[in-house]
């Protein structure tokens, strides 16, 4: 399953209107000639001009594909987002037009043969709490580490870095509020997001002797971004995958089921008696709780319960923390039928008959091939159905409105 990811950033980090028309020999012939004046030393004014003629073509797929074979332009943009000399408005386009190309997955490969180094120069910015446009250059690597091949090379260089820094210090620098005063750093939850796909960033944030898991769970209720409080929903989902860590994260060291329930739960009013089998930070909760507003972080939420089921003692775990109680009121309220569907399945495992022996660790189950098949084909035809739905309440919707007058 794929973690959450980014792509074109939809937080104003866009590329500039008006970017030039023309065949695409002149946009070529353009951006050879910009080169010059983004290197270091060129005259403020000309780079500040050239930078935002970048970011502008940058914003259009045209353009993307001129810059992607101009190598040494490519590099030239690299170190402008990074270097401290340039004027702010500089560094600042040359930042926000790298998270432009990274947000094209074909354009990786030529991004990292201009500059073998851009991982680490984006991840110092990222990580410096003094730099302008460290949430440019987390973006930039959250677009780029959507795709395996980039990925990896980034978590090689997270594992090369200094202890204390890395992986740690990414970390930090999510969990720890004001961090850098002049970037929210929203985009580090997506960034740690990807990498958690990385079998050694999960056994990083597995570790029961560094408690990194354990700093992300207040995450999950964080209010000012969904970027970022899907980001850490989605490391968690994906850290669930690792199964021999189930019965330490189900118990009281970290004890993640509540902080996966709570943003699912509403304000019901259950009896005493089911109240009685919610964990506590689920009792009585306020007549002016709301659910968890966006519905992929919902469905993530669903997805990294159901992982926990995985095996029978986790399966006992989550059915004894009256998560089924929880479950039944969200369906009943959740408007998104992917988000109902995912509820469904999770409802079914949590009510259903246990697996025959041999079967218990679902996640270990050898599905045979003609039989998985069927399932994927049973999975488009719900994929259709829903769509179809979808279609049908949007046309509805249009249909709507005041009458003519």
């Known amino acids: 399953m794929a973690a959450g990811r980014v792509g074109s950033p939809d937080s104003g980090i866009t590329a500039r209107p008006g970017a030039p028309a023309g065949p695409e020999a002149t946009l070529d012939a353009e951006a050879a000639e910009l080169l010059p004046f983004l290197k270091q030393g060129a005259r403020a004014d000309l780079q500040t001009a050239a930078a935002q003629h970048i970011l502008a073509l940058t914003g259009t797929g045209p353009g993307r594909a001129v810059l992607a074979g101009q190598a040494g332009l490519l590099q030239a943009l690299a170190e402008l987002a990074a270097a401290a000399a340039p004027a702010p408005a500089v560094a600042r386009d040359a930042a926000r037009a790298l998270v432009n190309l990274a947000a094209d997955p074909s354009l990786h490969e030529q991004l990292l043969a201009a500059d073998p180094g851009l991982h680490a120069r984006l991840l110092g910015r990222a990580l410096d709490p003094q730099w302008p446009w460290a949430d440019e250059a987390a973006a930039a690597l959250a677009n780029l580490s959507r795709e395996p091949a980039p990925c990896a090379a980034l978590m090689e260089t997270?594992?090369?870095?200094?202890?204390?820094?890395?992986?740690?210090?990414?970390?930090?620098?999510?969990?720890?509020?004001?961090?850098?005063?002049?970037?929210?750093?929203?985009y580090l939850g997506p960034l740690l997001s990807n990498l958690s796909q990385?079998?050694?960033?999960?056994?990083?944030?597995?570790?029961?002797?560094?408690?990194?898991?354990?700093?992300?769970?207040?995450?999950?209720?964080?209010?000012?971004?969904s970027l970022r409080r899907g980001g850490v929903v989605g490391t968690l989902r994906?850290?669930?995958?690792?199964?021999?860590?189930?019965?330490?994260?189900?118990?009281?060291?970290?004890?993640?089921?509540?902080?996966?329930?709570?943003?699912?739960?509403?304000?019901?009013?259950?009896?005493?008696?089911?109240?009685?089998?919610?964990?506590?930070?689920?009792?009585?909760?306020?007549?002016?709780?709301?659910?968890?507003?966006?519905?992929?972080?919902?469905?993530?939420?669903?997805?990294?319960?159901?992982?926990?089921?995985?095996?029978?003692?986790?399966?006992?775990?989550?059915?004894?923390?009256?998560?089924?109680?929880?479950?039944?009121?969200?369906?009943?309220?959740?408007?998104?039928?992917?988000?109902?569907?995912?509820?469904?399945?999770?409802?079914?495992?949590?009510?259903?008959?246990?697996?025959?022996?041999?079967?218990?660790?679902?996640?270990?189950?050898?599905v045979p091939e003609d039989v998985?098949?069927?399932?994927?084909?049973?999975?488009?035809?719900?994929?259709?159905?829903?769509?179809?739905?979808?279609?049908?309440?949007?046309?509805?919707?249009?249909?709507?409105?005041?009458?003519?007058?």
């Open 238 to 366: 994906n850290c669930c995958f690792e199964h021999r860590h189930h019965e330490w994260l189900l118990g009281p060291e970290v004890d993640i089921l509540p902080f996966l329930l709570l943003p699912l739960a509403g304000s019901e009013d259950f009896s005493e008696e089911e109240m009685e089998r919610l964990p506590v930070d689920l009792q009585y909760l306020p007549p002016d709780k709301q659910r968890e507003p966006d519905a992929d972080i919902r469905k993530m939420l669903i997805e990294a319960i159901m992982l926990l089921t995985a095996t029978a003692p986790g399966r006992q775990q989550v059915r004894d923390q009256g998560t089924y109680l929880i479950l039944r009121e969200l369906h009943n309220w959740e408007p998104e039928p992917d988000v109902q569907i995912a509820c469904e399945k999770l409802i079914q495992v949590l009510i259903g008959d246990e697996p025959e022996c041999g079967m218990e660790n679902l996640l270990e189950v050898q």
């Open 158 to 186: 997270l594992a090369a870095a200094a202890p204390g820094s890395g992986l740690e210090r990414l970390v930090c620098a999510l969990c720890t509020p004001g961090y850098n005063a002049r970037a929210p750093l929203h």
């Open 372 to 405: 998985e098949q069927q399932l994927q084909q049973l999975d488009r035809q719900e994929q259709e159905q829903l769509e179809q739905q979808q279609r049908e309440l949007a046309g509805g919707s249009k249909g709507e409105g005041p009458a003519p007058t």
């Open 198 to 225: 990385q079998p050694a960033a999960r056994a990083f944030l597995l570790d029961p002797d560094r408690c990194v898991v354990q700093r992300l769970l207040p995450l999950t209720q964080y209010s000012d971004s």
